[in-house]
């Protein structure tokens, strides 16, 4: 559970249109996070894709530093904070996790925002999953 593999990944050109168009989104800085539940079985429940704006930091190496943060900040928080409330399994949540911070910030803050971004998504989600499942239980 503490891997970050291919599949979990957000890869498709498909699915990244998808959530761009349709999905919804919130700030919690220095993360915007978008989402979008699909109908479709997977292996994992969530698939995530984690931007960092060139316009924003000119150099890879900056960029890839950031990514590489956020990366292994979700690597290990997503089984404990994201994985146990998402129970369908006919649903994938798309996840997007784009940089919008103008600083450099060490690991530990990276860990603290995901982890609170992970909770915001989390109320914005469940009355919707709990709709929807009461939404099958009238019919």
């Known amino acids: 559970m503490k891997n970050f593999t291919k599949e979990e990944r957000l890869c498709s050109r498909k699915s990244l249109d998808l959530l761009f168009k349709n999905g919804s989104s919130f700030l ?37 530093l950031i990514k590489r943060r956020t990366r292994e900040a979700y690597r290990l928080h997503k089984a404990s904070a994201l994985y146990p409330l998402l129970n369908h399994p006919d649903q994938l ?38 709709l929807s499942a009461s939404k099958h239980e009238t019919d």
């Open 28 to 64: 919690l800085y220095p993360f915007r996070v978008s989402y979008l539940f699909v109908p479709e079985k997977s292996a994992f429940p969530v698939q995530v894709v984690i931007n960092v704006s060139k316009k924003r930091f000119k150099r890879a190496h900056d960029r890839n």
């Open 93 to 130: 949540l798309l996840l997007s996790l784009q940089f919008v911070g103008k600083e450099h910030y060490d690991y530990a803050f990276f860990e603290k925002k995901l982890g609170n971004a992970f909770k915001k998504l989390m109320l914005t989600i469940e009355p919707s999953v709990d």
